[in-house]
């Protein structure tokens, strides 16, 4: 298994930037991609951005330009940023972080709260 704790999240005004970071242990040799998700309230579930073992990115279009994944290994750890950048009323949302490992297997962590006040 992999645990995922995210942190970082909070109220911020409009054009502000945070930065949230995933902090994952357990299985993390067997992680590929990691990725940051967003659920905002009455819409799905969406990728923000994810990265791969290479250090390949995805973006949505929503945010590129203005957010920066990440990602770093320490000791029997893996950390996945997000730094967010001129953020907006749409970016309010929880954010969660993904892993997901070769074999299929996916573990969520259980979210933080961003909220951008305009």
């Known amino acids: 298994q992999v645990q995922l704790v995210e942190s970082g999240g909070g109220l911020v005004r409009a054009g502000g930037s945070l930065r949230l970071s995933c902090a994952g242990s357990g299985r993390i040799f067997e992680i590929t991609d990691m990725g940051w998700y967003r659920q905002a309230p009455g819409k799905q579930r969406e990728l923000v951005a994810s990265i791969n073992t290479v250090g390949s990115t995805n973006y949505a279009d929503s945010v590129k330009g203005r957010f920066t994944i990440s990602r770093d290994y320490a000791k029997n750890t893996v950390t996945v940023d997000l730094q967010m950048n001129s953020l907006n009323s749409e970016d309010t949302a929880i954010y969660y972080c993904?892993?997901?490992?070769?074999?299929?297997?996916?573990?969520w962590g259980r979210g933080t709260q961003v909220t951008v006040s305009s």
């Open positions: 993904n892993a997901k490992l070769w074999l299929g297997s996916s573990y």
